[in-house]
């Protein structure tokens, strides 16, 4: 499954169309300077750092046999934390997201995890399809840079 994620990923980024609210939050550098090792290495890293319900709670979505969607789930504070998430452009208002969010909180909740926490910048075109799913916002965060 890591390999589809890197495979994916890269096609986002060969298309200069990711976007993820983990980068868009805490301006994660610029991803489109990123490359396919980057990505092998991220990848590398989520798995052998995600616990085996975290594991199960994350997604590859697919659209006609094609990736189309990632969800990956983590830890962060003892609490599951929606790591990152991307929708392939072509897929995007299609109900991908929501689908794999709603798939990780049925796998967490069949684990027994009663809660997720999610990051994103104010505004973020995504903030509604969480608060409709009943994410509740619990503080805002500014991020602030002297050039």
């Known amino acids: 499954m890591n390999e589809l994620i890197v495979e994916f990923l890269e ?29 092998e290495e991220d990848a590398r890293d989520y798995f052998e750092r995600a616990d085996e319900t975290c ?22 504070e003892g609490l599951p ?3 990152d998430i991307a929708v392939a ?11 794999m969010v709603t798939r990780a909180l049925d796998a967490l909740n069949r684990a027994g995890e009663t809660q997720m926490r999610l990051f994103l910048e104010c505004g973020n075109p995504a903030e509604s399809l969480y608060h409709s799913m009943g994410f ?9 840079y002297l050039e």
């Open 136 to 144: 509740i916002a619990c503080e805002a965060t500014t991020s602030m």
């Open 81 to 83: 934390l929606l790591f």
């Open 11 to 39: 096609y986002l980024l060969k298309t200069k169309k990711y976007s993820s609210h983990t980068a868009d939050a805490y301006g994660a550098g610029d991803i489109a300077r990123q490359k396919r090792g980057d990505f």
């Open 55 to 76: 594991r199960n709670a994350s997604t590859l979505a697919l659209v006609d046999g094609k990736p189309a969607g990632v969800c990956l789930i983590t830890r962060w």
């Open 89 to 99: 452009p072509e897929a995007r208002h299609g109900g991908v997201a929501r689908a």
